[in-house]
């Protein structure tokens, strides 16, 4: 076994490393994933004898969430229910749900020297982590993600903090982009009319569900609000979707959203930021396969308001992105990072294309969820 190093730049990891008891010989922390937001390492420990034990370090970025101790009440709260639902559904916690190892003195997490807060989970062995998805793949993560809804349905959402607010506000991401495109910061606003033009025919479209919130037609629910595929690991040897993580933006919110937060990233076959939009195009087959999953996993916990209003997170999902695309590109680029300077406009056409192909194949998607809904 080889002797790993913590590269100077996170000599403060030493420190956090020092407040926890490992049960076997500390060997060091790697960096460790593909995340943008948090510093994630794997921490690896070895007994006498056995293999490897291994653990994940994360420091939470204060630049995205600014109060990290809402956030880890969150979690904790969340985690530890699941840890009980999944027990009582006969279920295996240590695999199913993420769990904190608590520092030498007792506590959930760690905040070192400089005010940064770390939390130290197990690693759950022999499962893997998909950037990419096939049909089966997809399915299985609407499953679990499906699941994690009925695991929680009895959570009180309300009790939550909003470690991003008003992250799927679509009316405030409205109101944002109307504030770029007035302040025009870069004069582009002349170059973009047909994507403005986009936005502000759509701007009912924006109070849909909040409006439904509103009206008492939908139930505020705990939802995860990055219901990505590589924020589920998928078991080696079953194939299914077991647990989900990255849950620091797990907060009160719409069942519509996380499913249409899917659909958006996982029903289409292109780039982000693809320019020929000849080639983006949304893919109702895999809106389907998505939708059996969803609901299955979800196994009737859903209201018959919620699942009609499936469909609308999908379109509210997807304009709501290119919406905040669109606010950056007229903003200056000061969010989303970029490799190009249209980047962001690329990114924009691409929802809108997505969105308008959702326009004319919306019926045939509330047909998609009457055929599996329970």
């Known amino acids: 076994m080889p002797q790993f190093t913590i590269p100077e730049a996170d000599a403060n990891v030493a420190e956090v490393l020092r407040a926890y008891d490992f049960p076997a010989t500390l060997l060091g922390a790697v960096r460790y994933g593909q995340g943008h937001i948090n510093d994630t390492f794997c921490v690896l420990c070895q007994p006498q004898e056995g ?94 993600f499906g699941r994690l809804q009925y695991l929680l349905q009895d959570y009180p959402a309300e009790t939550l903090h909003e470690t991003i607010v008003n992250f799927h506000n679509t009316e405030d991401r409205y109101a944002r982009f109307l504030a770029a495109l007035e302040a025009d910061k870069l004069g582009r606003a002349k170059d973009v009319q047909p994507e403005v033009q986009f936005v502000l025919d759509r701007k009912a479209d924006c109070s849909v569900a909040l409006q439904a919130l509103r009206d008492g037609k939908l139930p505020l629910r705990v939802t995860h609000n990055d219901t990505k595929l590589n924020n589920i690991l998928i078991d080696r040897t079953t194939h299914e979707g077991i647990c989900v993580i990255d849950l620091d933006t797990t907060m009160p919110g719409l069942s519509m959203n996380d499913f249409g937060d899917s659909i958006r990233f996982g029903a289409n076959h292109s780039k982000e930021d693809e320019q020929d939009l000849s080639k983006v195009n949304f893919d109702i087959q895999l809106y389907e396969v998505y939708t059996r999953g969803f609901l299955e996993g979800a196994n009737g916990c859903l209201t018959q308001t919620e699942l009609e209003y499936l469909p609308w997170g999908a379109r509210l999902m997807t304009l709501e992105c290119g919406i905040r695309f669109l606010t950056d590109y007229l903003d200056g680029d000061h969010y989303f990072r970029i490799h190009y300077p249209q980047q962001n406009l690329d990114r924009a056409r691409t929802q809108f294309k997505l969105v308008k192909d959702m326009e004319e194949q919306f019926e045939e998607m509330g047909r998609v969820v009457k055929k599996y809904a329970k």
């Not at 204060?62 to 956030?71: Q, R, Y």
């Open 51 to 144: 293999d490897c034990i291994r653990f994940i370090l994360q420091g939470l970025s204060l630049a995205a969430f600014p109060h990290p101790e809402e956030l880890m009440e969150n979690f904790i709260g969340i985690t530890s229910y699941l840890r009980k639902a999944v027990i009582e559904n006969g279920g295996d916690p240590a695999r199913e749900t993420l769990s904190l190892v608590k520092t030498r003195d007792g506590k959930d997490f760690y905040t070192d020297s400089t005010g940064k807060v770390w939390r130290l989970t197990p690693f759950i062995e022999n499962t893997d982590c998909f950037q990419s998805a096939t049909p089966e793949l997809f399915e299985a993560s609407a499953r679990t």
